[in-house]
């Protein structure tokens, strides 16, 4: 039953992920050309040499291709998350060109616009990467080269996407080019902050002279666990007990007041930390 709750959970922010990367590649990225890697990219500067085609057109192409390719080298180890977000993301594609096509760009900023049209894919591909999936793509051409090569994944990539944006110079002009250059920049950077974001919790450390007050308030109303380690303060001698805790942000505030309100002389310590793997929170896998 908890599985299945956990696959319906996957499911809803896989959705999610896919629906904001779309809205970010098709209303900002495709009427302005900008080129940023990855398949949008390659379907955005092949769409401009082969006009008769749309650029989700391409994309639905070159990911139905990659799909098969990736099927039939990798089998099972091919994940039907991947599968999912990249069909998901070309049939989106493909339905807003049929239902609202888009002429020119929505402003006349192509600043303001590459903000969104690379934040909202960002935004996307973290919330994908955090739940263990990918918009496929160029990820997958990543999985086989993993399998069957002893390629550094990360750097071939860049190597690609950074190939991918300077075509764009060449098919339209420096100015699009360079604004796809820093789009890339800025893509790199804003995914490894949200997801950052994504994880940050709270680690609480309480030194208190009544933990008594304070335990059950963390097991019974916060529903986390905690571990007790006994101290002694360096200059008064006396003992103290020091209560280790991992909390949410939201958790954190509750927390807090709550401590200082039973145990005024309790002093703490918070930090934010990234990770945390264990039994509510992250699995080991």
Same mark, same amino acid.
């Given at each position: 039953m908890l599985r299945s709750r956990e696959n319906w959970r996957d499911l809803g922010l896989m959705t999610l992920g896919d629906v904001i990367m779309v809205i970010g590649i098709y209303f900002f990225k495709f009427p302005n050309n900008f080129s940023t890697g990855g398949v949008s990219g390659i379907s955005v500067i092949a769409a401009h040499y082969f006009p008769a085609m749309t650029p989700a057109t391409i994309g639905l192409i070159v990911n139905i291709a990659l799909l098969i390719l990736g099927y039939a080298m990798l089998g099972k180890s091919f994940g039907y998350k991947t599968a999912y977000v990249s069909i998901l993301q070309s049939g989106l594609l493909r339905l807003l060109e049929i239902l609202v096509p888009m002429r020119a760009p929505l402003t006349t900023q192509p600043m303001l616009e590459l903000i969104f049209a690379v934040s909202l894919p960002a935004i996307g591909s973290a919330i994908l990467f955090n739940i263990g999936a990918s918009s496929g793509g160029t990820d997958i051409v990543a999985m086989l080269l993993r399998k069957y090569t002893a390629l550094d994944i990360g750097k071939a990539l860049l190597a690609s996407d950074i190939i991918i944006t300077l075509m764009a110079c060449v098919a339209f002009g420096m100015e699009v080019g360079l604004y796809s250059i820093l789009g890339l920049a800025m893509k790199s950077l804003l995914i490894?902050?949200? =997801?950052? $974001?994504?994880?940050? $919790?709270?680690? /609480?450390?309480?030194?208190? @002279?009544?933990?008594?007050?304070?335990?059950?308030?963390?097991?019974?109303? =916060?529903?986390?666990? @905690?571990?007790?380690?006994?101290?002694?303060? !360096?200059?008064?001698?006396?003992?103290?007990?020091?209560?280790?805790?991992?909390? $949410?942000?939201?958790?954190? !505030?509750?927390?807090?007041? /709550?401590?200082?309100?039973?145990?005024?002389?309790?002093? =703490?310590?918070?930090? $934010?930390?990234?990770?945390?793997?264990?039994k509510g929170f992250r699995g080991v896998s």
């Open positions: 490894d902050m949200v =997801l950052e $974001n994504i994880h940050t $919790n709270k680690c /609480f450390h309480i030194i208190t @002279a009544h933990p008594e007050k304070i335990e059950p308030f963390i097991t019974d109303t =916060l529903h986390r666990g @905690a571990t007790r380690v006994h101290g002694e303060g !360096v200059y008064t001698h006396e003992g103290r007990t020091v209560l280790l805790t991992v909390v $949410n942000r939201r958790q954190a !505030v509750s927390l807090r007041q /709550f401590v200082k309100a039973e145990d005024p002389s309790a002093f =703490l310590l918070i930090t $934010n930390t990234g990770e945390i793997i264990g």
